[in-house]
């Protein structure tokens, strides 16, 4: 099983990003995928999933009506849409599928929002 994170950068608030996540060595479209998030001292939190379909998916408060998951089982990648960023919202991305009952993470990317 293998997860790569891209697409984190520098943004200012109110800015967008998109986070791309490519997977591999599983059958991606069978299983649900997260995004989670961890800022300096802060402990990991969960702020997206989404369904092995696309079709349900489930956001922290903090993150709802702002950031959009999404996924293209096509293409074997999960994506997060972020908008109306804000600098509470600066972390190190991750995603995570749950295979065989073990945790799998990819190796994050950061985000950083600052004017």
């Known amino acids: 099983v293998q997860l790569v994170e891209s697409g984190g950068g520098l943004v200012q608030p109110g800015g967008s990003l998109r986070l791309s996540c490519a997977a591999s060595?599983?059958?991606?479209?069978?299983?649900?995928m997260s995004w989670y998030r961890q800022a300096p001292g802060k402990e990991r939190e969960l702020v997206a999933s989404?369904?092995?379909?696309?079709?349900?998916?489930n956001y922290a408060d903090s993150t709802k009506g702002r950031f959009t998951i999404s996924r293209d089982n096509a293409k074997n990648t999960v994506y997060l849409q972020m908008n109306s960023l804000k600098p509470d919202d600066t972390a190190v991305y991750y995603c995570?599928?749950?295979?065989?009952?073990?945790?799998?993470w990819g190796q994050g990317t950061q985000v950083t929002v600052s004017s």
């Open positions: 995570k599928v749950i295979f065989y009952r073990k945790d799998y």
């Open positions: 060595g599983f059958t991606f479209s069978s299983y649900p």
């Open positions: 989404i369904s092995n379909t696309g079709g349900s998916t």
